[in-house]
């Protein structure tokens, strides 16, 4: 929600100029009037405008994007935010875009996408906080999560190569949870290997292993230790 304060001749010019500055309709707004104007009466009375409070209710969009931009302001980081909806064929969420100057890329990005991760956290819990319906939100900058997919699908197929020449299993480094799922679900349908995941948070990592290799108990699950190369995402 935003709220402003402000003051007219009369009850509806005050209303008009809180609209105005919130860049809401009429129909978007709650309007608290403070005080009615009061007229200058044989001069002993003095004139006082109308003053009334508007609350604009934003929606869940709206306030996930106005906290955005307030957290990377205190960042020192000046960035516009655009949001648009996933496709029909993906999973249902909000991506909110931060564009801003390239020398800032770093900063909101993080080591490993881990800064993104971070807002993007902060956003879901504060735009769905006392919502009923709850929209997941995913903070992209740079297109940095499409890149960061396309060269996570670059070193599982390295892996698979890898597993499939040396015919042991391949560890990868260790990475979010996210990650290893874009790892996983891009992996689910080459027969000839299978992935796990070992090791506990943050340390945890996808295990991709020839199909030979895996006891069909253990396939497309936790696989146990062994002989193991590794291989390193860029």
Same mark, same amino acid.
């Given at each position: 929600?935003?709220?402003?304060? +402000? $003051?007219?001749?009369?009850?509806?010019?005050?209303?008009? #100029?809180?609209?105005?500055?919130?860049?809401?309709?009429?129909?978007?707004?709650?309007?608290?009037?403070?005080?009615?104007?009061?007229?200058?009466?044989?001069?002993?009375?003095?004139?006082?405008? +109308?003053?009334?409070?508007? $609350? +604009?209710?934003?929606?869940?969009?709206? $306030?996930?994007?106005?906290? &955005?931009?307030?957290? =990377?302001? =205190?960042?020192?980081?000046?960035?516009?935010?655009?949001?648009?909806?996933?496709?029909?064929?993906?999973?249902?969420?909000? *991506?909110?875009?931060?564009?801003?100057?390239?020398?800032? &890329?770093?900063?909101? *990005?993080?080591?490993?996408?881990?800064? &993104?991760?971070? =807002?993007?956290? &902060?956003?879901?819990?504060?735009?769905?906080?006392?919502?009923?319906?709850? =929209?997941?939100?995913?903070?992209?900058?740079?297109?940095?999560?499409?890149?960061?997919?396309?060269?996570?699908?670059?070193?599982?197929?390295?892996?698979?190569?890898?597993?499939?020449?040396?015919?042991?299993?391949?560890?990868?480094?260790?990475?979010?949870? +996210?990650?290893?799922?874009?790892?996983?679900?891009?992996?689910?349908?080459?027969?000839?290997?299978? $992935?796990? #995941?070992?090791?506990?948070?943050?340390?945890?990592?996808?295990?991709?292993?020839?199909?030979?290799?895996?006891?069909?108990?253990?396939?497309?699950?936790?696989?146990?230790?062994?002989?193991?190369?590794?291989?390193?995402?860029?």
């Amino acid at each position: 929600m935003k709220r402003v304060v +402000a $003051t007219g001749r009369t009850v509806d010019e005050a209303v008009t #100029s809180a609209l105005v500055r919130l860049g809401v309709t009429r129909s978007q707004a709650t309007i608290r009037v403070i005080h009615e104007p009061v007229s200058r009466l044989f001069g002993l009375i003095r004139s006082k405008e +109308a003053e009334v409070e508007v $609350t +604009a209710m934003l929606s869940v969009e709206e $306030t996930a994007k106005d906290f &955005l931009t307030e957290v =990377l302001r =205190l960042m020192g980081v000046d960035a516009k935010i655009r949001w648009h909806n996933s496709a029909p064929d993906e999973e249902a969420e909000c *991506i909110m875009d931060i564009q801003c100057d390239e020398k800032d &890329l770093p900063v909101v *990005i993080g080591r490993h996408g881990v800064t &993104l991760d971070s =807002l993007q956290y &902060l956003v879901n819990n504060a735009a769905n906080r006392e919502k009923e319906k709850h =929209l997941r939100f995913r903070v992209d900058a740079g297109d940095y999560r499409q890149r960061r997919k396309e060269g996570l699908c670059q070193v599982a197929d390295r892996a698979v190569e890898r597993a499939l020449r040396t015919h042991k299993p391949i560890v990868l480094d260790s990475m979010p949870a +996210a990650e290893r799922k874009i790892i996983h679900t891009y992996l689910q349908d080459r027969s000839e290997v299978t $992935t796990a #995941s070992e090791g506990t948070e943050p340390n945890r990592r996808v295990v991709v292993v020839p199909v030979a290799q895996a006891p069909s108990s253990a396939r497309k699950s936790r696989v146990g230790s062994g002989a193991r190369g590794s291989v390193r995402a860029k």
